[in-house]
């Protein structure tokens, strides 16, 4: 046997194989480049006719169901929408380049922090013009999501789900449970819920972020928005006594969350929930898509998160809101306001929301008609809130989530003693992150 | 005398005459044997190679370990600034993951040298008997090296899951009360996530050995076995100490697969509570939107030094060696 793997030469290469070989090498070196240049492609974008979008709808049912939005778009206005997908992962491990490099006229991003910090690099363009339009559709709350540090708007918001606490009206039929709205009812339900032999609490955090949720939901029920936002942003400071109440409030839950969180994804999660092993479950409106089952789905129900300081109730909703922003230099900029103030109308999100239920207009103006019970509830959630919050990752520097935090949450639900040196390395690095740029 | 340089050059490239083809032009006027055509072939064939290493490795080896001095959020090169040794202050004191993360590639190695290639030996010395159906064993033990890592991982995060998985499902573990999380209980995960790395790795060590035992003069045995020595006294005197290559050879890919643990990892946890690595928390702080390029690069420098000082040495004993001999 000859171990090429480990760097001797293959015997019995003709001269020809090698220099196959090498024009391999030399591909090979010529499509790194091109990594970061993806997207760059749509030559066509300098017709006025043609507007290119970047996007990360790489899942069939959203692509559907945009693809709808552009064939209407182009029917009212004549301007086609050369859509560039990529897979929805990697297209965010890359948007550091993508934007860097020549980006489409127009991509889909995340309202919140993610889409201030790439507004706050120069890599996004203003859309006041368009808002100027639109502005009517939206309720505060959505337009406050839409600008960025400087008070500019960046973003229109398309698509939103909130995050809440799901349970089966069946099983609380069954045992004759009701809603919570407060702290202490819910710390009662969970104890009389493992008395009838289930699961309080359904909870999977093998892929660490679900547990920002209940961080993000404890926080500002506690603390209210404002905090949130300074926290997030990197003002307030982690070893601050609100973080630590924070902290000591979720140690008092996570006895009723399901044992062995950190091996389990947020799909198994939602099975106990389907085969109604657990009472609860708090997870953002995707966590209907587990429930294949119609009659399962009809069962389907959920509430806000309960109140734990009257002097905020239940003001504040996590909705983390897609939407689109403009490259920093489109080729057809009128092109890509026009297909922004189209994004922006009512019909354009009926249109999205007709091909994919799991989710609710960002407008208050949609026609909400069509909607299930659950994207009603969903819906009125929302336009209800005082205060949208995104998520975690979505509110604060992803770099810093990331690395610091979805460790540090992990370390926290695994072992929630010791809470005080875990801020203390919390608040270290936090520093050092926030300071580097 | 340029002339006679070249001329020597091209001596050393005359092919020998035996294998010369009839069918290749003779250039008329100068007396030379390769072609225009000839030389520009292998100016590519030596040029780009050489750009490719360099600017593929060297480059950005060399960049990176500039960046580790630095901050970078990846976002244009004014946004680089200089910050002297503050990432690898930061990696000491401050990262909780750090010395896990080293701590868990030097047992990743030892477990490795432990377990799997003691293993293998004893499995290929099985082998080298021509025992039958010995073909087939060979395929099965090497299967799991053929299969890429990741869907290792994959396969074993199935057997692992503690809710549906293999394990629990069948000794009952997936119930309230008793419950054992393989993936997420730090104390066991590594563990469990080592017991796959051993299945893959006892494969590999197997052939190596194999292909050594192969090169065992088979005059030596029957020397060992005409004086009257046993198995085992035949293999630990005689056979074992030829091996000494290829135990060099196995020594140096052990190291390697230890410093470059990552994908069955990745794949299993994303190297979450327990199970960090080295290259996961490169690539953790690298890869994302807005990344820590120079702080990432900060622990990559690490892993490169801790690869330096086990490669070198073992490179240099090698080199004296051959010029000894």
Redesign the interface.
Known sequence: ?H?SS?GQPLPGSS?RA??RG?GG??LL?AAIPLLSACGGGSGSSSDPKTVSLGSNASDAVPKKAFADVYAAFKKQSGIAVDVNTKDHNTF??Q???YL?GTPDDVFNWFAGY?MQ?FAA?G?ASPIDDVWAKIGGNFPDAMKKLSKGADGKYYLVPITTYPWAVFYRKSVFQQHGYEVPATWDQLVVLCKRMKKDGL?PIAFG????WPAMGTFDQINFRLNGYDFHVELMAGRASWTDAKVRDVFDQWAELLPYHQ??????TWQ?AA?TLVSKKAGMYLLGTFVAQQFTDKADLDDLDFFAFPEINSEFGQDTVEAPTDGFMVSKNPKNHDGAVKLLEFLGTPEAEQIYLKADPSLVAASSKADTSSYTALQKKAFEMISGAKSLTQFMDRDS???FT??VM???L??FV?DPKGIDSLLT?IE??KK??FA?? | MTIDVTKTREAATVPPPGNASPKKRVPQGHRRLLTRRDRLTLGLMAGVPTILHVTLVWVTALASIALAFTTWDGIGFDSIKWVGLDNFKELFTNNPQFWPAVQHNVIWFVVLILIPTPLGLFLAVQLDKNIRFSRVYQTAYFLPVVVSLAVTGFVWQLVYNPDTGLINSIIGANKPGHYIDWIGDPHLNLWAILVAACWRHTGYMMILYLAGLKGVDPSLREASSLDGANEWQTFKNVVFPTLRPTNTVVLVVTIIEALRAFDLVFVFNKGAQGTELLSILVTNNIIGESSRIGYGSAIAVVLLVISLAVIIPYLISTFRKERSA
């Open positions: 046997m171990l480990h001269r090698v220099l090498l090498a030399a070196g965010q491990e948007i550091n380049t860097q993610r910090f690099k890599l699961v955090d093998k892929d660490a044992e062995g969180s950190l091996g389990r198994d099975q520097r992803p770099d990331s690395t979805q460790p540090a992990q370390k695994r390395s270290r690095q050092t992150i580097s740029s």
